[in-house]
C-alpha cells in the first residue's frame, strides 16, 4: 500500500465532473482573462474569508508582491517576518526594493515568536508580515498591538492557511491585507499557479486590481508600473468548484493529524502544538526526529513519502545571507532545519494508510534501540 505525500489523482477524481463543467463553460464563452469565472470565484472566496475584497492574481509569490506594493512598501523599507518560511515571502520583500528582517519561530508551532518582534523593529520598519505556516494561524493579537503601537502595516502571509482561525476569525482578515497561494498542493489548490490577495482596504484592493493589469485603471489608461498577473479564467473554474469542499476537506486533514497524534505519542518524535485560539487546518503535519534522513529513508523503502519544510533556512541561503535574524543566526529555526520532517498528510488518507505510518515509524525506532 503507497502513501503518497499528496495524492491530487484521487482528489480530481472525485470532483471530475464538476469540474470539467465548468471548464466547458469557459472554453464556450472565450472569457479567458478576467472573466466571469474570476468575479465568481473572487466573491466567493471572500465571502469565505468574511472579508470586502479578494483580487485573483497569477500566484501566491505575485499576491505578496503586489499587496507589498498597494500598502506602500518600497526602497528603504523594512518588513519583518519569519525565519522558517519558503522563499516566496522574503522574495517579495526583495523584489519589492524593501529589507528583509527574520524573526526566530516559536519551537511548539514553528511560527514566528511574537515576543521578538518588537526588538527587531528600526526607524526603517513599515510592516510585519506574519506567515500562518504549515496551516497553523499567528498569535495576531500582540502583533496588531505592536503595528499600532509603531504605525506599521500588518500583511498576512497565508498562502498555506485557507480557512484557518484565529479568534474565531478567518485568516486574511487579521491584518491590512493578505496573500494567498493556490499552487496545486495548497488546502485550496488550482490546477496551475494562482494566488488572490484578500482585504477590506478598498484603496489596497483598487491598487492591486490596477498593478495586476499591467498598471492600467481602465483600457489603456496607466498611472502605474504594473505586472502582468492575473488570475487565468480556468485556474478560478476550478477553484470556485473545489471551495465547496474546502471545509470539509479541512475537517478530513484535522482528523488524520489527530489521529496521528495518538498513534505518535508514545515515540521520540517532537509532535506539533497548536496554539491557543487557533485552529490549523494542517496544510503540513510536520514533526521533528534527531535521525530525520535515515527515518525518511526507511519510510520511503515501504512505499511512504514525506517531505521537508524546510531543509535550509532564509538566512542561510546566498541571497539573504546578510539579512539581519532576531536573535542572531535565529537559533532554534537553525537548529532544527536538520530535523524537521513532514508527514503524508491530505485530505484523501485513509485510516489504513495512517495506520502504515505509524507502524513503519515505531518499526524504524525499534531498529534502533
Known amino acids: 500500500m503507497k502513501v503518497n505525500f499528496v495524492d491530487l489523482v484521487s482528489q480530481h477524481a472525485s470532483i471530475q465532473a464538476e469540474i470539467q463543467e465548468e471548464l466547458d463553460k469557459v472554453m ?23 472579508a470586502k475584497h ?12 503586489l499587496a507589498l506594493k498597494a500598502i506602500g512598501i518600497g ?35 514553528y511560527t514566528i515568536n511574537v515576543d ?13 508580515m506574519p506567515v500562518h505556516l504549515y496551516g497553523q494561524p499567528v498569535d495576531m493579537e500582540p502583533i496588531r498591538a505592536l503595528a499600532e503601537k509603531h504605525g506599521l502595516k500588518i500583511l498576512e502571509d497565508a498562502a498555506q492557511a485557507h480557512g484557518a482561525t484565529y479568534r474565531g476569525q478567518r485568516t486574511g482578515t487579521l491584518g491590512d491585507a493578505a496573500g494567498f497561494s493556490f ?17 477590506n482596504d478598498d484603496q489596497i484592493a483598487e491598487a492591486v486590481r490596477v498593478y495586476r493589469d499591467v498598471g492600467q485603471s481602465e483600457k489603456y489608461i496607466h498611472p502605474v508600473i504594473g505586472h502582468n498577473s492575473r488570475l487565468h479564467s480556468m485556474q478560478a473554474a476550478v477553484l470556485k468548484v473545489k471551495l465547496k469542499y474546502l471545509d470539509d476537506w479541512n475537517a478530513k486533514r484535522s482528523h488524520f493529524a489527530k489521529r496521528y497524534q495518538e498513534l505518535l ?4 518524535l517532537v509532535l506539533p502544538k497548536v496554539a491557543p485560539n487557533a485552529e490549523s487546518v494542517w496544510h503540513l503535519f510536520v514533526v521533528q526526529h534527531e535521525q530525520r534522513d535515515a527515518l525518511m529513508q526507511a519510510l520511503k523503502e515501504q512505499d511512504i513519502y514525506c517531505g521537508i519544510h524546510y531543509p535550509r533556512p532564509i538566512h542561510k541561503q546566498a541571497p539573504y545571507a546578510h539579512v539581519r535574524t532576531v536573535p542572531d543566526n535565529a537559533p532554534i529555526t537553525s537548529e532544527i532545519a ?29 531498529s534502533q534501540s
Open 54 to 65: 479578494c483580487v485573483g492574481v497569477a500566484s501566491g509569490a505575485d499576491a505578496l508582491i
Open 28 to 50: 464556450g464563452s472565450a472569457s479567458f482573462v478576467l472573466g466571469p469565472s474570476v468575479r465568481e470565484f473572487e466573491e466567493a472566496f471572500a465571502d469565505y474569508c468574511g
Open 183 to 199: 499552487y496545486p498542493g495548497k488546502n485550496l489548490g488550482a490546477y496551475g499557479e494562482g494566488g488572490a490577495v484578500v482585504t
Open 265 to 268: 505519542a508514545d515515540t521520540s
Open 75 to 109: 526602497p528603504g523599507d523594512e518588513v519583518i517576518t519569519v525565519a522558517n518560511t519558503f522563499i516566496a515571502t522574503t522574495n517579495a520583500i526583495a523584489l519589492v526594493g524593501a529589507t528583509p528582517v527574520l524573526v526566530d519561530i516559536d519551537p511548539g508551532t
Open 338 to 366: 536538520d530535523k524537521l520532517l513532514s508527514l503524508p498528510m491530505h485530505p484523501e488518507l485513509t485510516e489504513e494508510q495512517v495506520q502504515k505510518v505509524a507502524t513503519a515509524i515505531h518499526d524504524f525506532e525499534a
Open 116 to 128: 521578538l518582534i518588537e526588538a527587531a523593529i528600526t526607524d526603517k520598519t513599515k510592516c510585519i
